[in-house]
């Protein structure tokens, strides 16, 4: 099986809120044991560190990002200026996933985050349910559900790139091995003008050599048709520039 990435997730809240993100914490601890996530909330900054490259670094880099709604988290300027900006605007390119958690009784709705799918069941509030402990328990069990969807997605990608690479490899081989036979069989003119047009302007110096070489087969082909050199040295000067094209061959589908 693919290996693939831990899920990295962005927990956004008010420092009112610390409370709730650490009770949050504990609950993904068990998604953070088993290696399917790596949570990061501002707690984690460290003394002497620049706080707002840390928290707009995290956020760039996160699957997953959670909000932790309530009125002090609708009142900082800070989250709504910085935090739930660039989180949207990753969302929109498709980088990333928003999860608006609400944990404290607020109008939801005038939020910019408020389109997307909040937490626990039926966006009813943390603080509101009997058991704080079963309200934490639904919100992790859906980001457990959407880490294994994502991961499962992205397994997928990775086998369909390594599928395409292999498949990649395999044609460049076949074509790679072509060239050689046409080579060998005298097409020695007609694969260097292929090669010099597959080549032009990308790589200068395998397209000088087949320049040269060119040259070399023309003039030998010439001075073999004039009857200036015997049969016997064109066939040499024909199976040296053949040599030298193959090793061309061998640079350009190698590199």
Not at 116 to 124: E, M, R, V
Request: glycine fraction near 2%; charged fraction near 30%; proline fraction near 2%.
């Amino acid at each position: 099986m693919t290996a693939t990435k831990t899920l990295k997730i962005f927990i956004s809240y008010a420092h009112e809120d610390e409370d709730y993100s650490r009770e949050l914490q504990k609950h993904l601890s068990q998604l953070r044991r088993e290696g399917i996530i790596e949570d990061w909330s501002d707690s984690a900054i460290m003394a002497g560190a620049d706080w707002d490259d840390t928290i707009k670094s995290n956020i760039q880099k996160s699957d997953i990002i959670l909000f932790l709604v309530s009125s002090d988290f609708m009142a900082s300027t800070y989250i709504n200026d910085v935090e739930m900006k660039r989180a949207i605007e990753r969302n929109e390119k498709g980088d990333c996933i928003l999860l608006p958690v609400i944990i404290r009784t607020c109008d939801f709705s005038s939020l910019p985050i408020s389109q997307y799918q909040a937490l626990p069941k039926s966006a009813k509030p943390v603080s509101t349910w009997e058991d704080r402990d079963a309200a934490w328990l639904d919100v992790v069990r859906q980001i457990r559900r959407l880490a294994e969807s994502l991961k499962l997605k992205q397994a997928k990608e990775e086998n369909k790139n390594q599928s395409t690479h292999t498949n990649r490899n395999e044609s460049t081989t076949e074509e790679k091995k072509s060239y050689k036979e046409r080579v060998a069989e005298g097409q020695i003119k007609q694969v260097i003008k292929e090669l010099m047009k597959e080549n032009e302007g990308s790589k200068q110096e395998a397209y000088n050599t087949l320049v040269l070489l060119l040259s070399r087969h023309n003039k030998n082909e010439g001075d073999s048709n004039k009857g200036l050199i015997t049969n016997e040295a064109a066939i040499m000067n024909r199976n040296k520039i053949s040599h030298a094209l193959i090793a061309v061959i061998d640079e350009l589908f190698n590199s």
